[in-house]
């Protein structure tokens, strides 16, 4: 396996959330704070990143491609991963640029990546365009790919350094591209974790069991699809009281599309859970810039 390259402050920490434990009934609860990643506003990718980041070097890339909607966290982290490794990056954004940039898209043009627009064009067909013409490193939608889930492999580690007694605990977590959640199975087992699924892709068990091929069933993993709503890119009303309510209990403030609905998915009691629960904040708050509405 690749030698990952550091780009991150490990390991991060896992807080107590008590006033949030006595709303939601929990014997305990805390939150494994992977916003605080350390690079670019911080959150999850950057353990991904350390894994493909690692092979564009060794396969002599000077420039990173990748896609995503126009508030990608994904985006963001790998044009910041970008600037520190000294690689040139380039982003393909999903439909027509926006009036002005606003929340991560304000910090892709900081980290000095290019963006390039899809409008009505498939992400992919841009994205296989731009690279053959620029002869460059195609990180996959999400950051997800079989190596990259050795990122959650280690975060899940490091839970189990942090919460020795950590058999008796479940690990909520959203489900967008698959790759942390299948990486958390792999280290912590599929009935200790669950995935919350944000609409990111269109078969989220067939994505997370494709990462654990024959490690896993599908049927045995544990995915929530009630806080899709209208769509992925959509702020629904239980979104926006799990934002709130976080925020109002423990001072933690979550992002609209990934961390809220797992958390409203929580707050919802839309899946079976134990008495101590571990939750899994995943980054994006420069996301809540991008929503006007909020």
């Avoid at 350390?50 to 070097?57: G, K, M, S, W």
């Avoid at 040139?88 to 900081?110: I, K, M, Q, W, Y």
């Avoid at 269109?202 to 069991?209: E, N, S």
Wanted: proline share 7%.
């Amino acid at each position: 396996m690749i030698t990952p390259v550091p780009l991150g402050t490990w390991p991060t920490p896992l807080e107590a959330a008590p006033r949030l434990a006595a709303r939601l009934g929990l014997a305990e609860l805390w939150f494994k704070r992977d916003d605080l990643t350390g690079l670019g506003g911080g959150g999850n990718k950057i353990r991904k990143l350390r894994y493909t980041c690692a092979q564009a070097i060794a396969d002599g890339a000077t420039t990173l491609i990748t896609s995503g909607a126009p508030q990608s966290n994904h985006a963001r982290l790998t044009a910041a991963a970008a600037a520190r490794l000294g690689l040139s990056c380039v982003l393909v954004l999903a439909g027509p640029p926006p009036e002005s940039p606003r929340g991560n898209l304000l910090l892709d043009g900081l980290a000095g990546a290019e963006i390039v627009w899809s409008g009505d064009r498939p992400l992919a067909e841009v994205v296989a365009a731009e690279a053959e013409r620029r002869s460059a490193y195609v990180i996959p939608f999400g950051g997800t790919a079989p190596a990259s889930v050795q990122g959650y492999v280690e975060c899940g580690r490091e839970l189990r350094a942090q919460l020795p007694d950590i058999d008796g605990v479940e690990v909520v977590v959203a489900l967008g591209s698959g790759g942390t959640m299948a990486g958390l199975v792999r280290e912590l087992g599929a009935q200790r974790v669950i995935g919350v699924d944000v609409g990111a892709v269109p078969d989220p068990r067939a994505t997370v069991a494709g990462l654990l091929v024959g490690e896993v069933e599908p049927d045995a993993l544990r995915i929530d699809g009630t806080q899709v709503g209208a769509g992925y890119r959509t702020l629904t009303d239980a979104v926006r009281t799990a934002l709130e309510v976080t925020a109002r209990t423990e001072g933690i403030f979550l992002d609209p599309t990934y961390t809220g609905r797992a958390m409203a998915g929580l707050l919802a009691g839309s899946f079976p859970r134990g008495d101590r629960v571990v939750f899994l904040h995943s980054g994006g708050l420069p996301g809540l810039f991008g929503h006007p509405e909020l």
